[in-house]
């Protein structure tokens, strides 16, 4: 061991002379980077080496090449001033033609290169170190070596689809070493770049990235040619005969063609989805491609034909189709490509759509692209993407001019898009399409664009029988809409009806039971009866409050703070409020269970020292009562990780219970 660490120091004291000699570092210096490298020398020597060990060398030796960058600064900078000086004394002197440049000037950063080889050779398999010497590497500027390093990286990883991006886009897009002059030049091979991405899905023929990437490459490539044609200022043909030895296009005619037709990215694109044949969203992101780049018109036609053909069932398609041309709506770009004028099909076979529409929506492009969408595919996911479109159609038209001066066509259009969200739910209740989630946005149409009293009317027959019935969202909105034609007691008595339709086991039934428990104080008449016996079953059904389903629903604490705001506001007695935290923090198991989000545990935090006030201005406060609240208080706090408010309530229990 002792002969090999000592062959490796011999080999670098040709680069340390060199760097002493031109005065970077001093030679007790020299002698310093040499002990410090013999010592991390034997530890990557030892039986079982460390990753820790590997990654300190390098960090040092990186610090030390930072040095070594400033120490070669200084000294130039002392000698150039040296050199004016002696050019006052004698101003026929020559300036002196320094190169700064010696064997100890790459020396450090060449050991790093060793030293992740080294670390990479040991543990092949860790990614991380590859990607390491790629990043030093490209800091360094060493170029000619980042190749190097991403082919071996993908000959042990040749599954990550990242790798293969990344080193295509360094043949194309980096710096590469110039044969013909040594050094360095911009922008690197499309060829290599394109065999890169070739092999990565040879390897990898589902990777979506990877196609993506190889049809964008393209589309770069494109823009590139471009670029140079109009550079250049000459025809195309010209521009096609500078193009470099590395190019595909072999004559002046393949050039034009290439450029103009763009066939390499539409090949691209056909052989992508004939290995990812069934994504709606992978198609789509090739259209988001595309508009990244100009004139790509044709190809985003021909892409949306391909949905067009290929996914006539999927309500993702005809809600990409309309998106597409209201885009170019609002671009005030024509409709191209004609597609759109065909009807859908598959397999080649057109397909005959019930066109029952009424003639005020025809000439619409949109809204006859929707309803042919509903025709072909009458699911209520289709009629929820429908409206979410129109919906959001809406807000861009009014976004693209003021509402004080939006023109009459555009008036009309939103009108007419308001009476084709109506239609969308006559035509949903004739067919008996339903969901508890098409059910709340028809309603909300209904009270948007028609009356209250529809609206309320819809959705209290949608809660008769179905899913509607067991959603709380459906009678929620249908108390929501019942406030708004009646007063806050309807609301109440429509929650009433909703605990008792949907089972104590759902969910849904702490939503109602926490909104009608809200609503309940906010009454003119209110039942104290009934708001003690709802607070006591919500403190019960607290631990099925984890389902996903409640997350945007007010916590347990939150509850109980209202309650006990609501009891403080009305000068209620302070036996009120203690009923209100025993029943929290004695009678129910909503403390022991762990787990609280950040909010959840403030709000406790909030309720805790209300109760505590509240005990506080009684003229003969019970200690047993806020040792009571204080010993939750830090139980809770300890149990969901919060420490230092434990502490904190700790120290104010001992200093409060004291002064008593």
């Given at each position: ?28 210096e ?27 060398y ?16 200084k ?103 110039d ?6 030049s ?5 060829k ?17 990235d ?13 823009q ?77 036609n ?172 459906c ?6 809409l ?127 020292d ?45 200093n ?5």
């Amino acid at each position: 061991m002792a002969e090999q660490v000592q062959d490796i120091l011999d080999r670098m004291v040709p680069a340390l002379r060199d760097l002493m000699d031109r005065e970077i570092f001093t030679e007790s210096e020299v002698k310093a980077i040499v002990t410090r490298r013999r010592e991390y020398e034997y530890l990557l020597r030892r039986r079982m080496p460390r990753k820790s060990d590997y990654a300190r060398y390098i960090e040092d030796e990186k610090n030390l090449e930072k040095l070594r960058q400033l120490r070669t600064k200084k000294v130039m900078a002392r000698l150039a001033a040296k050199e004016r000086e002696e050019r006052k004394t004698n101003p026929d002197k020559k300036p002196t033609k320094r190169n700064n440049n010696g064997i100890g000037t790459a020396s450090i950063v060449q050991h790093i290169h060793l030293l992740y080889v080294r670390a990479k050779r040991r543990w092949t398999d860790d990614l991380t170190w590859h990607l390491q010497h790629a990043e030093f590497a490209k800091d360094a500027k060493s170029f000619g070596m980042l190749g190097k390093i991403y082919s071996e990286a993908l000959q042990v990883h040749p599954r990550n689809t990242a790798l293969w991006i990344e080193a295509a886009a360094h043949e194309y897009f980096g710096y590469v070493v110039d044969e013909r002059n040594g050094g360095m030049s911009g922008g690197g091979s499309i060829k290599s770049a394109r065999v890169l991405l070739q092999r990565g899905l040879r390897v990898n023929p589902d990777a979506q990235d990877l196609w993506l990437q190889s049809f964008c490459l393209e589309l770069h490539y494109i823009q590139k040619l471009r670029g140079r044609r109009e550079l250049l200022q000459i025809g195309l043909k010209t521009a096609t005969n500078e193009i470099d030895d590395d190019s595909d296009v072999e004559s002046p005619s393949l050039g034009s063609t290439f450029y103009k037709d763009a066939k390499l990215p539409r090949i691209i694109y056909k052989n992508a989805i004939k290995s990812v044949p069934n994504s709606v969203e992978f198609r789509l992101k090739f259209i988001e491609q595309c508009n990244l780049f100009p004139e790509t018109e044709t190809i985003v036609n021909e892409i949306m034909e391909s949905i067009q053909s290929d996914f006539d069932e999927s309500e993702e398609a005809w809600i990409a189709r309309v998106k597409f041309i209201a885009e170019k709506e609002m671009s005030g770009i024509e409709n191209g490509g004609g597609f759109l004028k065909s009807s859908p099909g598959r397999s080649g076979a057109k397909r005959k759509h019930e066109m029952t529409m009424n003639n005020e929506y025809k000439g619409n492009t949109i809204l006859e692209i929707l309803h042919q969408a509903i025709d072909s595919v009458p699911t209520p996911k289709m009629y929820l993407e429908s409206i979410s479109f129109l919906r959001t159609y809406v807000d861009l038209i009014l976004q693209h001019e003021d509402v004080s001066e939006v023109n009459i066509s555009k008036t009309r259009e939103i009108i007419l898009v308001g009476n084709f969200l109506k239609y969308l739910v006559d035509k949903s209740v004739t067919n008996g399409i339903s969901s508890p989630q098409l059910a709340i946005q028809c309603a909300s149409i209904l009270a948007d664009v028609d009356t209250p009293e529809n609206a309320v009317q819809y959705i209290t027959q949608a809660t008769q029988d179905g899913e509607c019935r067991q959603n709380a969202y459906c009678w929620m909105k249908r108390a929501e809409l019942k406030a708004r034609v009646g007063d806050s007691t309807s609301a109440c008595r429509v929650l009433r009806s909703a605990t008792k339709a949907i089972p104590i086991h759902d969910t849904g039934h702490w939503i109602v039971l926490s909104n009608l428990f809200l609503n309940l104080m906010i009454q003119p008449l209110i039942n104290e009866d009934e708001l003690s016996s709802i607070f006591e079953r919500l403190v019960l059904l607290s631990h099925r409050r984890e389902s996903s389903l409640m997350n945007d629903v007010v916590s347990l604490p939150t509850l109980a703070l209202a309650y006990v705001r609501y009891a403080t506001l009305t000068g209620k007695a302070i036996e009120m409020i203690r009923n209100i935290y025993r029943k929290l923090l004695l009678n129910s198991t909503y403390t022991k269970l762990t787990g609280k989000d950040e909010e959840e545990v403030l709000t406790f935090r909030t309720f805790i020292d209300e109760c505590i006030i509240a005990e506080k201005n009684q003229a003969s406060s019970h200690a047993s009562n806020l040792a009571c609240l204080y010993d939750s208080a830090i139980r809770f706090f300890d149990d969901n990780g919060h420490s230092k408010l434990a502490s904190s309530f700790s120290r104010r229990k001992e200093n409060e219970l004291r002064a008593l």
